[in-house]
């Protein structure tokens, strides 16, 4: 029953994928690298089973399953990765929120994130540009509560399929 709905669940998505990807200035691809160059303008980019570099601008969002995100460009709006890396370089822009589940970020400068940044399942790094700057450090318990959350969830799996079930009883009409 859980791989049937997990199933449904990701085909569900790849088809709300593919119908967002049919607005014009959208890019949406299943297992085919998303390239943006410099000068180039798209406006949301979703990528599942791929990776997207940024070079250019994107107005939108940028969405990336099983894949990675490198930019150097400018993402107007928030840029969500699972199951990958977010590396953002010193000329890169994010405008919202920046997400990682699963994998980690890295990035330059803290010009570069405009919104949050959340990374769940891996590190958030800074890495300075040049020798002499300062460089701030961090702390990220992500990956601790991912392996906790991963063993109770496994626990929480166990208990469900080993846990004793009582017997249905038949009531049985004797009178005749």
Request: glycine content about 14%; hydrophobic content about 35%; proline content about 3%.
């Given at each position: 029953m859980p791989t049937h709905a997990f199933r449904s669940l990701f085909f569900m998505f790849v088809l709300a994928s593919a119908a967002l990807g049919q607005s014009p200035g959208n890019r949406t691809y299943f297992g085919e690298d998303i390239y943006v160059a410099s000068g180039q303008q798209v406006h949301n980019a979703t990528c599942v089973f791929c990776s997207v570099q940024v070079e250019g601008d994107l107005t939108g969002h940028v969405f990336v399953l099983f894949g990675s995100l490198n930019l150097s460009g400018r993402v107007e709006g928030g840029a969500t990765v699972i199951g990958g890396n977010a590396v953002v370089d010193s000329q890169a822009r994010v405008g919202g929120d920046t997400v990682v589940l699963g994998g980690?970020?890295?990035?330059?400068?803290?010009?570069?994130?405009?919104?949050?940044?959340?990374?769940?399942?891996?590190?958030?790094?800074?890495?300075?540009?040049?020798?002499?700057?300062e460089t701030h450090p961090r702390v990220s318990l992500s990956p601790l509560l991912a392996a906790f959350a991963g063993v109770l969830a496994l626990i929480l799996l166990s208990a469900l399929l080993f846990a004793p079930r009582g017997r249905r009883r038949v009531a049985v009409n004797q009178s005749l």
């Open positions: 980690n970020a890295v990035y330059e400068t803290d010009e570069s994130l405009s919104g949050s940044a959340y990374v769940v399942g891996g590190h958030l790094s800074h890495v300075p540009v040049a020798h002499g700057q």
